[in-house]
């Protein structure tokens, strides 16, 4: 796991730091990876805020945290520090930023996680919407909860099993036997229909 921080962006970060609580060090991070919603960001990360499965990246001036879930996106990332006529900003590139393919062998979790991230999500996408695995039940139910869009919207069973159901059952015919809906649905202008 690596990220390129530029000698100019570490400059950058350490002066920002020496004006922080001590021991502040520098988080970056990913929302909604590998869906159209992404966003990379970078901020403060105060000690009490580190967690356990955090990745710590040591620099000469500054540590960077990474949370468990972005981390294989911001791998191989570049952070700079560009100054030019006009102005100075921080750039992130980042080069990973599709979502990991996961293996055959990987807990039915991360794959049926990756199905949605990689193939339903940008469906729903289309709609302002997306969902997230919560969990699969002993009962072999994969448990599922809509945003945006979806959630409220009065097409979400048909969407939940004419869709999402029968394309996690064709891949996982032998792992999962159905999807639940767990979203507390509330209309509003967010929701699609």
Request: glycine share 6%; net charge negative.
């Amino acid at each position: 796991m690596m990220i390129n921080i530029t000698e100019a962006a570490q400059t950058h970060f350490a002066k920002l730091l020496k004006k922080q609580e001590p021991g502040t060090q520098i988080r970056v991070f990913v929302i909604n990876p590998g869906t159209p919603s992404e966003e990379c960001g970078v901020s403060y990360c105060l000690p009490y805020t580190v967690e356990a499965t955090d990745k710590e990246l040591k620099f000469e001036h500054l540590s960077v945290f990474l949370d468990e879930i972005s981390a294989p996106f911001l791998d191989n990332a570049d952070i700079d520090f560009v100054t030019d006529e006009l102005g100075s900003q921080l750039t992130l590139k980042l080069h990973n930023v599709k979502i990991p393919k996961v293996s055959q062998s990987a807990p039915l979790m991360e794959r049926v996680e990756y199905v949605l991230q990689s193939q339903i999500n940008p469906k729903l996408a289309k709609h302002g919407g997306y969902v997230f695995l919560i969990e699969i039940t002993d009962e072999k139910f994969a448990i599922l909860q809509f945003s945006g869009g979806c959630n409220g919207c009065s097409m979400v069973n048909v969407t939940l099993k004419e869709g999402i159901e029968k394309e996690l059952l064709k891949i996982f015919k032998d792992e999962l036997k159905g999807v639940k809906d767990w979203t507390a649905h509330q209309h509003g202008t967010h929701s699609f229909y």
